[in-house]
C-alpha cells in the first residue's frame, strides 16, 4: 500500500485531530495543552519524547530505525493568533480572543499524521526527528528551541516544513530553490497630538490626520527605495484611533508587519 492510501485509512481521525486543536487555540508559548496532547499521541506509537525545549512547549519525537547514521527533522508550529474568530461551525473557537487563522493546527495534525505513518511502518533507515515549535507567530519559538540545543541535542542533516496554501488543489505542492517565505517584522508607530472637539479642528493637532499621511507615505518605501530585482512587502494592518464621532483624539496608534527575503533588504526598510 503506498502511503497516501495508507493514511487516507486515518482521515477521519486526523480531521478529528485538527479540529480539536482549532476549537481549543493556545498563544504562543502558552500551548500547554496542544503540546501534551502531542506528546501523549507520539508516545503511544513507541516515539521516545521530549518536552519542554525552549524552556516552555517545545516538542521533541524521536524514531530511530535501522543502522543508518542520517537524521532528518520534520517540523510544525503550533500556536494560534490573538483574534475573535468568527465563523459559525462546531469546531469554532471555545477560547474568547484566540483563533488557528494561520493554519497552524493543521500542520500539527500532519506532522502527527506523519510519525504515525513512520512509526507503524519504519519504511526509512535512520533517524527522524518530529519537531513541534511553539510562538511561530512573532513570539520567538524557533530561536528559544535552538538556543537551548535543539540541533546539538537533536541533530538533523536536513529539515523539512510545510504550509497550508488555501486554494492550491489537493494533492498539490509548491517547491522551489531558496527561500520560499519571505522573513517577517512587526512595527507599531504611535502619534501623539492634541485632542478637541471635532468642531473646531483649529484648536487641535489632529493626529488621525497625520496617522492617515503616514499610512500613504509608508507605501512609498517599498516603491521608491527597494530595487526592483528584490522583494518587500509593507502593510499597514492597524490603525486605532478615537471612539466619539465627535471628538478628535489625543493619540492615534498604527501597527503593520514587514516581509522581506533578506537581511539587507529588511534593515533598508527600517531604515
Not at 524552556?55 to 524514531?63: K, P
Not at 475573535?84 to 497552524?104: I, L, Q, V, Y
Not at 503616514?214 to 484611533?241: C, H, K, M, W, Y
Amino acid at each position: 500500500m503506498n502511503p497516501i492510501e495508507h493514511i487516507r485509512g486515518w482521515q477521519d481521525q486526523l480531521a478529528a485531530w485538527r479540529r480539536d486543536f482549532h476549537a481549543h487555540p493556545e498563544l504562543g508559548l502558552e500551548e500547554h495543552r496542544t503540546a501534551a496532547l502531542v506528546a501523549d499521541r507520539l508516545r503511544s506509537w513507541g516515539i521516545e519524547v521530549q518536552t519542554g525545549i525552549g524552556g516552555a512547549t517545545g516538542v521533541v519525537g524521536t524514531l530511530r530505525n535501522g543502522r543508518g547514521n542520517r537524521a532528518v527533522g520534520l517540523r510544525a508550529d503550533m500556536d494560534a493568533l490573538p483574534m475573535e474568530e468568527e465563523n459559525g461551525f462546531a469546531h469554532r473557537s471555545t477560547a474568547p480572543g484566540k483563533m488557528h487563522a494561520c493554519g497552524h493546527d493543521g500542520h500539527t495534525a500532519m506532522l502527527l499524521g506523519a510519525a504515525r505513518y513512520l512509526a507503524e511502518t519504519r519504511r526509512f533507515d535512520g533517524t527522524v526527528h518530529f519537531i513541534f515549535q511553539p510562538a511561530e507567530e512573532g513570539g520567538g519559538g524557533a530561536r528559544a528551541m535552538v538556543a537551548d540545543g535543539l540541533f546539538r541535542r537533536f541533530p538533523c542533516d536536513a529539515v523539512y516544513g510545510l504550509h497550508n496554501r488555501p486554494g492550491m488543489a489537493v494533492g498539490r505542492y509548491g517547491i522551489r530553490p531558496g527561500a520560499m517565505m519571505a522573513g517577517c517584522a512587526f512595527f507599531d508607530i504611535h502619534v501623539h497630538g492634541k485632542g478637541g472637539h471635532g468642531a473646531r479642528p483649529e484648536n487641535t493637532v489632529d493626529p488621525v490626520v497625520c496617522g492617515a499621511q503616514i499610512v500613504s507615505a509608508l507605501q512609498s518605501v517599498v516603491a521608491r527605495n527597494i530595487p526592483s530585482a528584490e522583494a518587500a512587502v509593507v502593510s499597514v494592518t492597524g490603525f486605532d484611533a478615537g471612539r466619539a464621532y465627535n471628538v478628535i483624539p489625543e493619540r492615534v496608534a498604527l501597527r503593520g508587519t514587514v516581509r522581506a527575503f533578506g537581511a539587507g533588504t529588511m534593515r533598508l526598510v527600517e531604515a
